[in-house]
């Protein structure tokens, strides 16, 4: 069957993949109510479209951090792609290369940072996850510097992974015919099996969990590369981003991944947006499934948005060919937005385009009662 839009690819994964691998690329943490909200909250924005204004051209190209790129739709970090197709993170980053967008590589990817710089030019950024051994973590960013690297992702929300009861109830593990790849060399490439989830206890052993504000001060002393702060979710930590030298911010709630009953991303995106007084950009993350889903993000405030799922199910399905088709989809059905909003480029797109549940009603006066 014809594949029309990016959410059908999840059904040809849950076929094609393992129950082991579909179920730790799906699941969201515990009654995974933000799963669910990470989508539902979209369907709460309307649109305010204006008409009658000449689309017959649309420009989707924007910058972030100065890297100029074709579209505000760029790739989220999701770990271990080799799992869902044997060129795992190869294919996704030639699929964004020729996107002309940005691909996030995970720290826990199944190829290095050197493998996937080797697959051609492409604007990349790093995701880090913090190691308790922070020798580990300095040599990781000098290497991903020195393969091209342009910005650091920040993981902030990990300090314990979030409990993904299909990963306990499978005893996930990484097959042993694939590593962790940044972390061959150093002994933790490979994740054991554990009686609950293997990557809990991975990240229990290995991941640092006093990670604090220090830290990121810290990590500007051994990188010249940006930092992103990913896994902000309110305007109190936003500040505090800003005021500890943040490039940018990336609300996120990690896919639902981690705490449970988080507000849809899409929901705090707002609060982020003006805690951050314009002074760094803010991404977001989460559910975007939809050009429309991307309008709404940018009409609040963003500056860009991630993929994490659609990447690794249409990985599975198809290869490279399958993340191009979830670029290429994503692309046209935002671009098809814009023009029956009536908005020619990104900074035509304002508040003003949309109307959130949270809106006090535009169209109809409050009903106060007559006494
Ligand atoms: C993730 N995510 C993630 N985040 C991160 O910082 N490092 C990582 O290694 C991973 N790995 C990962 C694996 C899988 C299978 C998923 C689904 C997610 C979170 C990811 O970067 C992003 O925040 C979400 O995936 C965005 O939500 P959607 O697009 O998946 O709804």
């Known amino acids: 069957?014809?594949?029309?839009?990016?959410?059908?690819?999840?059904a040809i994964a849950k076929q094609k993949l393992p129950k082991m691998v579909f179920d730790y690329y799906a699941s969201g943490?515990?009654?995974?109510w933000t799963l669910q909200e990470n989508r539902n909250a979209f369907s709460r924005i309307l649109f305010r479209p204006r008409i009658l204004i000449d689309v017959s051209k649309i420009d989707m190209s924007t910058t972030v951090l100065g890297f100029k790129i074709s579209m505000p739709i760029m790739i989220a970090p999701t770990a271990m792609q080799k799992m869902a197709h044997p060129e795992g993170e190869y294919a996704t980053a030639r699929a964004a290369s020729a996107a002309g967008t940005i691909m996030t590589l995970s720290s826990w990817a199944t190829s290095s940072v050197e493998e996937v710089a080797s697959t051609g030019p492409g604007?990349?950024?790093f995701q880090l996850y913090v190691y308790k051994d922070r020798n580990v973590v300095a040599q990781l960013v000098r290497r991903a510097e020195r393969a091209g690297f342009k910005a650091i992702a920040l993981t902030?929300?990990?300090?314990?992974?979030?409990?993904?009861?299909?990963?306990?109830?499978?005893?996930?593990?990484?097959?042993p015919f694939l590593t962790l790849k940044n972390f061959e060399g150093l002994d933790l490439g490979k994740m054991d099996k554990a009686d609950d989830s293997g990557l809990a206890s991975y990240v229990a052993g290995q991941i640092d969990r006093t990670l604090s504000w220090k830290d990121v001060k810290w990590l500007q002393t051994i990188t010249k590369l940006p930092i992103l702060v990913k896994g902000v979710l309110t305007a109190e930590d936003t500040r505090i981003a800003v005021q500890s030298g943040a490039a940018g911010i990336i609300v996120s709630n990690h896919g639902a991944r981690q705490l449970d009953y988080v507000p849809a991303t899409i929901s705090?995106?707002?609060?982020?947006?003006?805690?951050?007084?314009g002074r760094v950009p803010v991404f977001l993350d989460g559910g975007v499934r939809r050009g429309t889903d991307v309008f709404k993000a940018l009409a609040l405030g963003a500056s860009g948005i991630f993929i994490g799922r659609p990447v690794v199910f249409s990985l599975a399905a198809e290869g490279e060919a399958g993340v191009r088709k979830v670029l290429q989809m994503l692309r046209e059905e935002f671009e098809l937005t814009m023009a029956l909003s009536g908005c020619r480029s990104l900074k035509e797109i304002t508040r003003d385009h949309i109307v959130a549940d949270w809106d006090t009603p535009r169209t109809q006066p409050r009903y106060t009662p007559r006494l």
């Open 268 to 277: 705090a995106l707002e609060e982020v947006v003006k805690a951050a007084q």
């Open 29 to 32: 943490a515990e009654d995974q």
């Open 1 to 10: 069957m014809e594949i029309t839009n990016v959410s059908e690819y999840e």
């Open 156 to 175: 902030v929300d990990t300090p314990r992974l979030g409990r993904r009861e299909a990963d306990i109830k499978n005893r996930f593990t990484l097959p």
């Open 123 to 125: 604007i990349r950024f």
